[in-house]
């Protein structure tokens, strides 16, 4: 086992005993590479790692930001990995798809009617009646989606969408060039969008459900996606 991985595991093992929380500090660079017995530059090298996991937040200098801090922005860190891994190919965009169809069908149909997700929903459909580009409007519609899922109140399916959203923007926009007409699909998925809150916002999760999954599928397929070979 690499050194690093030495203090990956004992600050894991601190964090779930309850040891670190969230807002703790690390011990200082030199404290954790006595007690672990291994050198300064391998707790260095564990403490980017957790920052690119977005696990701690290395400060500098001195006072109350100075020191490695327990965060917690899973969204950020698992988008980093899955806009990189889209970009390899690797993970085709029609299983996002159907990943982002299980996750929000999920969430739709569980919705909270009134929570303050939902009005921030509301407030980005208004936003995309004005969008004056396709990016914006794609860019809207990510938070839209991330807003919907949001509203269940499930933190793993809402961290899990945050990071989905980046990977949503970049390879929605990529396709856009498909669509035979953006203007007419600007406004279909416009209406899509209010009936899937309105339906929300009734509580009839069951409408919710079914309405976002054609929805999204539906936005692919006219996109092309689903008959090209590398799926």
Not at 69 to 92: D, F, K, N, Q
């Amino acid at each position: 086992m690499r050194t690093h991985q030495l203090v990956l595991e004992w600050i894991e093992k601190q964090l779930s005993s309850g040891e670190l929380t969230l807002g703790g500090r690390l011990p200082g660079e030199r404290a954790m590479a006595e007690q672990l017995q291994v050198s300064r530059t391998s707790v260095r090298e564990a403490v980017r790692i957790l920052e690119a996991m977005g696990v701690v937040r290395a400060g500098v200098g001195s006072g109350k930001d100075a020191g490695t801090i327990v965060i917690a922005e899973p969204g950020s860190a698992l988008g980093s990995t899955l806009r990189l891994h889209v970009a390899t190919r690797h993970l085709p965009v029609a299983d996002i798809v159907e990943t982002r169809v299980l996750l929000e069908s999920w969430a739709v149909e569980r919705a909270h009617a009134g929570v303050p997700e939902l009005a921030e929903a509301s407030t980005l459909l208004d936003h995309m009646d004005q969008a004056p580009d396709p990016i914006t409007f794609l860019a809207l519609d990510a938070r839209f989606h991330v807003a919907l899922a949001q509203s269940a109140g499930n933190a793993v399916v809402s961290a899990m969408m945050a990071s989905l959203r980046g990977a949503i923007e970049n390879y929605a926009g990529e396709l856009t060039g498909n669509l035979p007409d953006w203007d007419a699909t600007c406004a279909r998925l416009r209406a899509e969008h209010r009936a899937i809150l309105a339906a929300v916002n009734a509580n009839d999760g069951g409408a919710a459900a079914e309405l976002v999954a054609a929805h999204i599928r539906g936005f692919y397929a006219e996109a092309g996606v689903g008959r090209s070979t590398e799926e």
